[in-house]
Each structure stands twice: as structure tokens, then as C-alpha cells.
């Protein structure tokens, strides 16, 4: 792209002093030129007035009381300096002076109070003369025609111009110094951020996450300031978000490699036998391993938005009963009762089926794993305005308040050690919000009122016309899961 001049020069105090004593030259030139005009018209406007004195001067003495050419008349035209012709009533001279009768007397004689025109290079001025109603004459007295308006103006304004050159080149320099001065005050004030911002982001570069420019002012300038700072937070948050998720995989995938290798080491010293009890304690973290690889390629495919969503309308109370029944299956030692008190009449979502089943399985998941036996898990939902609020609520040890909002977090957990030993790979509440998020809804914690947790989701209502589910009893459960189930 071709660079504009201005942007060749290789600082702001650079272009900020051109433009200031380019501006300092063009308003000198301007008022040179105005002042010159004005003088110009004043000038004309001057010897205008001459003329109509001396018209009016002339009128007054050429004619006496009567109407009659005055005697007078020929010493008073003489002493006129001016090109002076006297008309009698018929538009004939009755005395002239360098002055033929201008061609439009016949206006003045028909009683056009003044007559002015240009006639062979002169300006005339011409007054009739009445007496007792009647016109008895017109005198008209001419000058010099301007030298043809602007041209004559530019001319003047030239003279002028030549006349006060010094003067002007003086000003000139004086206001071009004065502004090239306040340019440099001004540029160093204006540029010194963005030198330090310059210098700011070099170290950012180099990994220094904690470079923060100060912030001066509330003009572009500072603006930018304000943006570099919150880049620069950002940015340090989002490297400690990577080294955390490093440390955090690392030691999650440890943990079953220990003992998985702990187990073998045993097995080939003879310390264990490869009997069923061994090999399924073995198995078991080798399942774990393989599900954390799994939620962790899950995840970042979620985040990356590499699966895209099949939305369909989905009926949820269904969908509930399926996941319930597949986690009754997975524990059939179960004590907890599962109550489905999602109403069969709820208008349908737009969801993708597969995805929002995961989410209901995760926190299924979660609410029996923590909950102790005896305990109950139910899931409820309703139409809140355009969407639909689904909740899943246990009666579990609950979740502290200051950890609420932290357990959507990847490998949070509120109590690591127990969390862990529980199954858990601290991801499922992960995938979880990806998966709401991508939908365009929201999830969140909270305590339930009987003190477990409550897990709650928004998605949006596939057909917003449809019943309003929300006003509408929850059902008795439809699903049972209890001992032996
Ligand atoms: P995990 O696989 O460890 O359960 P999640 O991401 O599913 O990982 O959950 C994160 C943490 O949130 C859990 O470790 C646990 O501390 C807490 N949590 C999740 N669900 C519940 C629940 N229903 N009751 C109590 N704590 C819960």
C-alpha cells in the first residue's frame, strides 16, 4: 500500500510540527488575502462615494430655481475633477467634460432616482435634477472603471502582499517557531506512553506476565494503555490456566500409573498373586486412565468447537428415564432412591440428544456418587419464559458456598483426596458447562434447601409456543431405583 506523506515521517513530533507549521503558513497567506480584498473594497466602496459627492456637488449648482442651466454651470464642471457631462431634458449635452451622454439616460429621464453603469471603461454616476416635479436634467459624473473586479482585487491584494513581505515572512517565522516548541512539549507528552508500551510489550514477550504500563490519561492514548494492561492480565492468566492444566493432567495420569505399576512390580516379585481381586483393582485403573484420556479429548474437541451440535427438539422427561436406568445398572448396590420428576407435557428443547444425555450423566453421576445410602437424587424441570430450566438435586453433603462457583473448573475438586478416591476425574462438570455453554444456556450451582447440592442448567425451548410447562405439577416419580433395582 503507498504510504502517505505524512506517514514517511519517522516520528508523531515530526508530523505533529509539519502539520502545525503548515497550518501557521496557510492562516498567514488567508488573512493576507482577506485583509487585501478588504482593503480592495474598501478602497472602491470609497471612491464610489467620491463619485456620488461630486455628482450630487454638480446637480446642486447646475441648475438655478427655474430649471434653467445654472451660469455657474460651466466653472462648477470645470472645477470637478472627474469626467463630467450636463443633459438637458431630451438626453442632449448641455455641457461635457471627457464625458459622452451615457446610454442609459433615458432612465434618469424618466425619473430613476440614481443612474449607474459602465460605459467605454468608466463608471458613471448619474443624478437627475428635478425642479417643480419635472426633470430638467441629469448630471452624470464618471471615473476610472475598476481594473475588471477580481482580477483588480487580486491585483491589490498582490500589491499589498509585496508591500508587507518582511512583515509577513517574520510573523511567519515567529508563529512556526512558536509552534514547532509547543509540537515538541506536546508530542513527548502524547508519545512517551506509547514508547513505554513499546517497551512493555518486548518484556511481555519475553514470558514477563507482570508488565503493566501506567495509565496517564483518558485520551486514545491512555485508552490503549488500559487495553495493554488487560492483554497483559490476560494473557498471565491464560499461561497460568496452561502451566496449571499441564501439572494437573500430568499428575492425574500419574496417579493410575503408580499403581497400576505398583500392582505389577508386586505381581512379578510374588508379593501379589494374578488372582480376580488383583486383576480387577488393576483393571479399574486402567478403565480410569482410559476415561480421563477420553473426557480430556472430549473436553478440548468441546472447547475448540471442532463437534458440531445435532440439535433437535428433545423431549427431556424421557431422556431422564434413560440415564437413570443406566446409572441404576452401573450400581446395583445402590440405596438411593431416584425420583424423575421431569412432567411428561414439558414443551421439548432444541438440543443435541447425545451431548445433553452426557450432561444429565455426569451430574446423575456426581449427585449418587456423593450422596450416602439412604439418601435420593431427583430431577426436575420447567418452562422458565423461552427456555427450559432442568435441575438435579441430592441429598448428598452438598457443596460449600465459596466452592460453588469454582467446581465447573477442569480438576476441581472441594475435597481432592476423597473426590479422587470416589472415581471422580474432576472433569465431568467440565464437559458439563462446554456442553450448555455451546447451546447457548447457562449452569450453575447451588445448595439444595435440604443441604445437598442442586445442579441446575438452562437450554433453550424448541417450540416457544408451545404449553407453558413450568405453571404445571411436577409428576410423582416414574422411575424407582432402590435396593436390588
Ligand atoms: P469429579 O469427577 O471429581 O466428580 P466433577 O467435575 O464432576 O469431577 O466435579 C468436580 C467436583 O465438584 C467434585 O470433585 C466434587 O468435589 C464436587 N461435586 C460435584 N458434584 C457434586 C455433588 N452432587 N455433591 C457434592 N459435591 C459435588
Not at 480421563?292 to 424421557?318: I, K, M, N, T
Not at 445433553?356 to 449418587?368: E, G, M, S, W
Not at 458456598?401 to 478416591?421: K, M, Q, T, W
Request: with cysteine; net charge neutral; hydrophobic share 45%.
Amino acid at each position: 500500500m503507498a504510504m502517505r506523506p505524512l506517514d514517511r515521517l519517522p516520528s508523531i513530533r515530526a508530523k505533529l510540527g509539519s502539520v502545525i507549521v503548515f497550518a501557521v503558513a496557510v492562516t498567514v497567506l488567508i488573512m493576507y488575502a482577506t485583509v487585501g480584498f478588504a482593503l480592495h473594497r474598501y478602497q472602491n466602496d470609497r471612491q464610489y462615494r467620491e463619485l456620488a459627492l461630486d455628482a450630487r456637488l454638480v446637480a446642486a449648482a447646475a441648475f438655478d430655481t427655474s430649471g434653467l442651466p445654472s451660469a455657474n454651470l460651466k466653472r462648477v464642471v470645470a472645477k470637478v475633477g472627474a469626467p463630467v457631462v450636463v443633459v438637458d431634458p431630451y438626453g442632449r449635452p448641455l455641457i461635457s467634460k471627457h464625458l459622452a451622454v451615457p446610454p442609459t439616460v433615458e432612465r434618469a429621464l424618466a425619473g430613476a432616482p440614481v443612474d449607474t453603469g459602465e460605459a467605454g471603461g468608466l463608471q458613471y454616476y448619474g443624478i437627475p435634477v428635478t425642479r417643480q416635479g419635472q426633470v430638467v436634467g441629469v448630471v452624470y459624473v464618471a471615473r476610472r472603471a475598476d481594473g475588471g473586479g477580481l482580477a483588480g482585487a487580486v491585483i491589490d491584494t498582490l500589491a499589498l502582499l509585496h508591500s508587507v513581505w518582511w512583515q509577513l515572512l517574520l510573523a511567519g517565522a515567529v508563529s512556526g517557531a512558536i509552534a514547532l516548541g509547543l509540537s515538541r512539549v506536546l508530542a513527548r507528552g502524547m508519545t512517551q506512553p506509547l514508547r513505554d508500551m513499546a517497551h512493555a510489550a518486548q518484556r511481555l514477550a519475553r514470558g514477563d506476565y507482570a508488565e503493566r504500563v501506567p495509565v496517564q490519561s483518558r485520551d486514545e492514548v491512555g485508552r490503549l494503555a488500559e487495553s495493554f494492561n488487560t492483554m497483559a492480565r490476560d494473557l498471565g492468566n491464560l499461561e497460568r490456566l496452561r502451566r496449571d492444566l499441564v501439572a494437573n493432567v500430568s499428575h492425574e495420569l500419574k496417579t493410575p500409573i503408580t499403581a497400576l505399576r505398583a500392582h505389577l512390580e508386586n505381581l512379578m516379585d510374588g508379593v501379589e498373586q494374578p488372582d480376580r481381586t488383583t486383576l480387577a483393582v488393576m483393571l479399574d485403573q486402567a478403565d480410569r486412565l482410559g476415561r480421563l484420556v477420553e473426557q480430556l479429548l472430549d473436553l478440548s474437541r468441546l472447547e475448540s468447537g471442532l463437534v458440531p451440535l445435532e440439535l433437535e427438539p428433545l423431549a427431556l422427561a424421557p431422556l431422564v428415564h434413560q440415564v437413570g436406568r443406566e446409572i441404576a445398572l452401573a450400581r446395583p448396590d445402590g440405596m438411593i432412591e431416584f425420583r424423575n420428576e421431569v412432567p411428561g407435557d414439558l414443551p421439548r428443547v432444541l438440543a443435541d440428544r447425545e451431548r445433553i444425555h452426557q450432561v444429565l450423566f455426569n451430574l446423575l453421576d456426581n449427585a449418587f456418587r456423593f450422596t450416602p445410602a439412604g439418601g435420593s437424587v431427583a430431577v426436575r424441570a420447567e418452562r422458565v419464559g423461552d427456555e427450559c430450566e432442568v435441575s438435579v438435586e441430592d441429598t448428598g453433603p452438598g457443596i460449600p458456598e465459596e466452592h460453588l462457583p469454582l467446581v465447573f473448573e477442569r480438576f476441581y475438586r472441594v475435597d481432592s483426596g476423597r473426590a479422587r478416591d470416589a472415581g471422580g476425574t474432576g472433569i465431568g462438570l467440565a464437559i458439563a458447562r462446554s456442553v450448555v455453554d455451546a447451546h447457548g444456556g447457562r449452569i450453575w450451582a447451588e445448595r439444595a434447601p435440604g443441604g445437598g447440592s442442586a445442579f441446575r442448567f438452562v437450554l433453550p425451548l424448541a417450540d416457544v409456543l408451545g404449553p407453558i410447562g413450568g405453571a404445571q405439577a411436577a409428576r410423582p416419580s416414574e422411575l424407582r431405583v432402590k435396593e436390588g433395582v
